[in-house]
């Protein structure tokens, strides 16, 4: 008699295969944010990005945003409940963990708007109402995730400390949403076309993607081998040129 341990059926074949891909795990989630924010850098590095052209950069904006979708997709998974029972009125209350990583997701989403309309707008009114303003809203979204991952944080019963690479990971994913947040502003499009301040759009993207990177870089080993809940509850997607 074949035990379950060792059935063939059950672990080897394509179907075996595509199961474990398919299976949400921290692990994953920090590798697409890390290859999402990799793209982000290189779309939006200083020089680099103005020998590249806005088209070029647009396209690995495209896609790393992508990746964070998916990315945020897993952490959504992985954050649990949506609401716990409370001892007072209304007598449930919506988790933070859920919060955070819903709030984060939604803006994912919105950045997919923008990222795919910077393709293709060319009118002044297109590029205010498909690209910058998605653009902005997925900021704010990420601001929003940003504080509300130090209250998910604390319900994890842990204090900020020098030596734990989740402290670190939340402190700079915070870092990022704020650059992201600038970048919107320098980003915001005028009557006459031109953007308030490229530069602070550029170099804020670019910090924004960097600090992302980072963030689940210094919490993957851990979660590699604990392979648990996620240590931080916020991440980012990038923006149009």
Excluded at 52 to 63: C, I, K, P, T
Aim: charged share 5%; net charge positive; glycine share 10%.
């Amino acid at each position: 008699m074949t035990s379950a341990a060792t059935s063939p059926r059950e672990h080897t074949g394509p179907l075996g295969a595509t199961g474990k891909l398919l299976v949400p795990t921290v692990v994953k989630q920090c590798w697409l944010f890390m290859v999402g924010s990799a793209l982000f850098a290189l779309g939006s590095a200083p020089v680099l990005s103005e020998q590249m052209g806005s088209q070029l950069s647009n396209l690995f904006f495209f896609v790393g945003a992508w990746f964070f979708t998916s990315a945020g997709l897993i952490q959504l998974f992985l954050s649990g409940a949506v609401a716990v029972p409370v001892s007072y009125a209304p007598g449930r209350m919506v988790r933070a963990e859920w919060l955070t990583a819903s709030t984060q997701s939604f803006g994912t989403l919105l950045f997919n708007v923008s990222t795919t309309a910077a393709l293709h707008a060319k009118s002044l009114t297109s590029q205010e109402k498909l690209v910058w303003n998605p653009d902005a809203g997925g900021s704010v979204a990420f601001l929003v995730s940003g504080c509300v991952a130090f209250i998910a944080f604390a319900h994890t019963n842990q204090t900020w400390s020098v030596r734990s690479s989740a402290s670190w990971s939340l402190v700079i994913n915070f870092v990022g949403c704020v650059a992201f947040g600038a970048s919107a502003v320098g980003a915001y499009i005028l009557p006459s076309g031109a953007t308030i301040n490229a530069s602070l759009a550029t170099w804020g993207t670019f910090i924004g993607a960097v600090c992302f990177f980072l963030a689940s870089l210094v919490v993957l080993p851990g979660a590699t081998k604990a392979g648990a809940t996620p240590a931080r509850d916020s991440s980012s997607v990038g923006r149009s040129a």
